[in-house]
């Protein structure tokens, strides 16, 4: 089955396949995605309104007291850490690029708790530069169905999507295999037997490859 078969299908399983985690602008859409860092969408959509209620601007929140900041957002996962790096970023959109979000990779990266995934998350949504940002339902889903290998690293899954898969898809096909990923093709009790792909899954191999690795180590 052709990447296009694969995108099509996943086209009629998620027509409404977007963005969940909520924003209303590139500054938002930011501090939401570092946020997201081993959490859920859903977790971070639960404390992000109070949080821009406060500090609605990278002003703000560059300004803000980190203990107001951490008592935002202490819900979630790892939040001291994750308020030290949305203070820096904010502080860093002030300093260097006048409080607004810049939309090429090199400046992204350059903001505290900007890596490469989130850096394409706010391309691809806010500014529609085709990317593909590899999450863990991307990688997941990229292995399973064949598209890369179970031993290649975020960055090589993104390479292979992106020969694979045609630019003018990517922005799309990223919001699809994270659909499927979440609502189907979960990490744990995938449903198999209903799934448009099962004939050429390779589950069974990626498995086998992750306790190859446990066991090593």
């Keep these: 089955m052709t990447t296009d078969e694969i995108l099509d299908i996943l086209e009629e399983m998620f ?3 977007e963005c969940e985690l909520i924003h209303k602008n590139a500054f938002e859409l930011l501090i939401a995605v570092v946020l997201s860092a081993q959490t859920t969408d859903a977790s971070v959509n639960k404390i992000t309104p109070g949080l821009f209620e406060a500090f609605p601007t990278p002003q703000a929140l560059a300004d803000a007291d980190i203990k107001d900041v951490e008592n935002k957002i202490r819900r979630i996962g790892l939040y001291r850490n994750k308020a030290r790096s949305i203070k820096e970023l904010s502080r860093a959109l002030v300093e260097n690029f006048d409080g607004v979000v810049p939309e090429t990779m090199k400046e992204l990266k350059s903001l505290a708790g900007v890596g490469r995934k989130t850096a394409n998350v706010v391309r691809s949504v806010c500014f529609d530069i085709p990317s593909i940002a590899v999450d863990t339902h991307v990688e997941r889903i990229s292995k399973r169905l ?15 999507l992106k020969r694979k898969i045609k630019r003018e898809r990517w922005n799309r096909a990223h919001h699809l295999f ?38 090593k180590s």
Excluded: M, W
């Excluded at 064949?146 to 292979?160: I, R």
């Excluded at 209903?194 to 498995?207: M, N, R, T, V």
């Design 15 to 17: 027509p409404n396949a």
């Design 178 to 215: 994270i659909f499927f990923g979440r609502y189907h093709c979960t990490a744990r009790n995938p449903k198999c037997e209903s799934c448009p792909f099962q004939s050429f899954c390779k589950k069974d191999k990626l498995e086998a490859y992750k306790s190859k690795l446990k066991v």
């Design 146 to 160: 064949g598209l890369a290998k179970p031993q290649d690293s975020v960055e090589k899954v993104e390479e292979k």
